[in-house]
């Protein structure tokens, strides 16, 4: 069934739009679809509850602090972004202050970054910037210590690190993690969260061991269906575009549960469905956004997969197997199984295939030469695989749908399972 969702009124009228009122849609568009930008604020920010609650359960204990890690693109950097806002309908006060980390940061160019963003009352009464005290001085854990124990009770900083993982110094990560420790054991007013991509906490932060119960490990997982849905449909509806229940779906299957993608397609979708006068997305709307989201897709992202389907005999497997892989069944941190490949391989290729006919190809996607698609984790019992950059998944299935080697009814075997009740949002 490819009827439109939604009966409210509100949609917009497409006869009796000018190319400017078309024109300013499609800006629109790029105002509530933002693929690449976290979001800032809590209004356009989807679903996420247990997240959220556990992030706030931290800063109301003093002296707390949290880690959120998990894959790129699943939206770690708009949570921590939106509880800004959460976190400020608390009864006590919260400065909120969020850096970067960089590849050549050290522990004194780091918490410079942040001392630069706080001030402090000095003893003449005037407020100074904290960083100004330490202009070519080296920062060391008791600096930061003491001038957190200095902060006046009534406010709680909120020291955000993200893109931890930049960060190329082990001993950096190390000092970092003493330092959570050293505020937590001297109850000193401040909450540190510490944001990455990794797969555990100990591959984000070492020594976390160290800090023990005083930190929340927060991971962010992929969006379920209804997250996914949570994005897009309230955002067409915003536009006043309409959506078709089919072109929705497609959209959740393609995402793989990355927040990223959903804000790809759907900002593709709709300037396509602008592009073309009408203020409806439809199956046919979505595949001509798929082809310019693949467009668009990060260079590297294609390259290393040009680089992983590449032969030079016609009849090679290289492409199906990857896209079996990307359609094949996964645990919940994304490593999946040869024999689960082969049952999507051989739906793909019409035929019987076996772990031996393509255990070769599962290990060329481990190499440089093919763009190290794929790592191989465990033993030789029992060896698994999965997606060294969660984006490349999701590509892989837009490239699938695009040549057509993903057809209709492979999708439907191993797509979402369409819930209807999920549109209530
Ligand atoms: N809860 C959410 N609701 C709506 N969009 C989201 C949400 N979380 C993430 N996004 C979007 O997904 C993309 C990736 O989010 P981001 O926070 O940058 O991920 P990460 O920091 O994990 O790489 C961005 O376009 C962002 O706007
Ligand atoms: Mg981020």
Redesign the pocket.
Known sequence: MDLPLGTASGFLNPNTMSDDDWFALRLDCEQVF??????KQSE?????LAQIQKLTQRIRSPGSHAIVY??????????V??FKFIADQNAARIQYVRVGGMADDTYTSLFFKVFKRISAQSSDGNRRRIADYYINKSITSDDVLLEFQEFPGSVTPIIII?EFDKISSRSVKEEVAETIKLVSDEGANVTFFV?G?ADTVADLIEGHESIGRAVAQVE?PR?SDQ?II??LHPRMKNLGIKITEDALWDCVFLSKG???Y??LLGLHACQTACDRHKVLVDSSVIAEARSRAIGESNSTIRTNFEDAIHSERRENIFFPVLLACALARKDVSGRFLAKDVATVLSDILGQDYGVPAFSYHLDQFATYERGRMLEKLGTARQFRFRFREALTEPYIILKGKENGMLTGEIEKKYGPTRQADLFST
């Open positions: 933002t693929p690449g930008t976290p979001i356009l920010f989807a679903g996420r998990g894959e790129r693109g699943v939206g770690k950097s708009s949570l972004n939106v993200d944001v991509i962010m969006m997250e949570e994005v990355l927040p990223f959903a804000h």
